[in-house]
């Protein structure tokens, strides 16, 4: 093993395919980053699906956010078992990238990439991210674990990326496991103080018609829109798989490891504000989503600090809402957990020093 240390509302895609996706010998490559916790079942489901794609220039980068659960042993069973080749081995010592000597890309590889602690979903994606950038990655394929792409779906990203210059991310349509679609057309961040408070869904917990995604839906620009082409969007689903161009890493930097796991398509929305990269979503490349599988494993109240935390940061370091707004919000969120903690799990009244000391004074 080695060891080493805003797009235009209405806006369709369109475009000729660069000559780049008919050849071959040119296809790009891609680097499918997989970031597990404890999760070895869903991931190898995730990989498995994976290997069956129709777009065969890819590497696979597993990212094991240290695991307790015997999850790398399982991983190298499986690839023993799908004769599927293990190319290297990586342990990381705290938030270092992962620099380990240069390596030929191997379509079908696999790498795998351990670190020393659970750096979160921002930590733990960049270092498969800083990984496959030093490897000459041209895009980036990431994927939650919890997730069963379709056999065509990269292949059909690839296809959409290409088509414009300017496309520097592109995501499928994200169905849950009963077919519904989890990101609609019209999901985005808030963009004012009004839509803070309800995508907080303070309001929306005492009126369902304030939930965001209901006022969201009543606003819909998308009139008509039925999922059936390409489409430049406000959002983007990295918590479910996205493709990027690697040239949008490079110019807006790696997801912010501040954020433990919320928030990281926020702030990379506010980033690509004012830059020439457009996101869109490719309908007819598809993936399930099953979704709430890494909360599932946290304690409530810990879901619920780090939510909120995360919140803040990202109200003052890239909405920049004046004080007294965020004061509004973190006052309004003391009198949620005061009231969770009488209400539900007895964890939000042990971790109440954790809660005061992180976000309340934090």
């Not at 598809?286 to 109200?315: I, N, T």
Request: proline share 5%.
């Amino acid at each position: 093993m080695l060891r080493c240390p805003d797009a235009p509302a209405h806006e369709v895609c369109s475009g000729q395919e660069s000559s780049r996706a008919g050849s071959t010998k040119s296809l790009p490559r891609v680097f499918t980053i997989v970031l597990n916790w404890n999760g070895w079942k869903d991931s190898i489901e995730c990989l498995e699906s994976n290997y069956r794609s129709s777009y065969r220039e890819f590497e696979v980068v597993f990212v094991d956010n240290a695991s307790t659960d015997g999850s790398l042993d399982e991983i190298r069973r499986w690839a023993r078992a799908k004769n599927v080749s293990l190319k290297t081995e990586i342990s990381l010592a705290g938030r270092g990238a992962a620099t380990c000597p240069a390596s030929s890309f191997e379509p079908g590889g696999l790498t795998v990439i351990k670190t020393s602690e659970n750096l979160g979903f921002s930590g733990g994606n960049n270092r498969g991210i800083e990984y496959a950038l030093a490897r000459g990655a041209d895009l980036i394929f990431m994927l939650n674990n919890d997730i069963v792409v379709e056999e065509r779906t990269l292949e059909s990203l690839v296809r959409a990326i290409l088509s414009r210059d300017n496309m520097g991310a592109v995501f499928p349509l994200v169905l849950g496991r009963r077919g519904e679609v989890q990101v609609p057309v019209y999901l985005r961040p808030p963009q004012t103080f009004w839509e803070v408070l309800l995508a907080s869904n303070l309001p929306g917990s005492l009126l369902p018609r304030y939930r965001y995604r209901n006022y969201l839906r009543r606003r819909n620009p998308y009139s008509g829109y039925v999922y059936d082409r390409l489409i430049a969007v406000p959002n983007i689903a990295i918590a479910a798989g996205a493709l990027f161009r690697r040239e949008l890493f490079q110019e807006v930097g790696l997801l912010d490891e501040n954020l433990f796991m919320s928030y990281e398509e926020d702030v990379l929305m506010q980033k690509l504000r004012g830059t020439r990269w457009v996101v869109c979503m490719e309908p007819r490349a598809r993936l399930v989503h099953k979704g709430g599988v890494d909360s599932s494993k946290h304690p409530p109240a810990f879901l619920h600090r780090k939510r909120v935390c995360g919140e803040m940061y990202y109200l003052r370091r890239y909405m920049k809402l004046p004080s007294w707004q965020r004061g509004v919000v973190k006052l309004l969120r003391v009198g949620e957990y005061l009231y969770f903690s009488l209400t539900k799990s007895p964890d939000y009244r042990t971790s109440l020093p954790e809660f005061s000391r992180e976000y309340v004074w934090g």
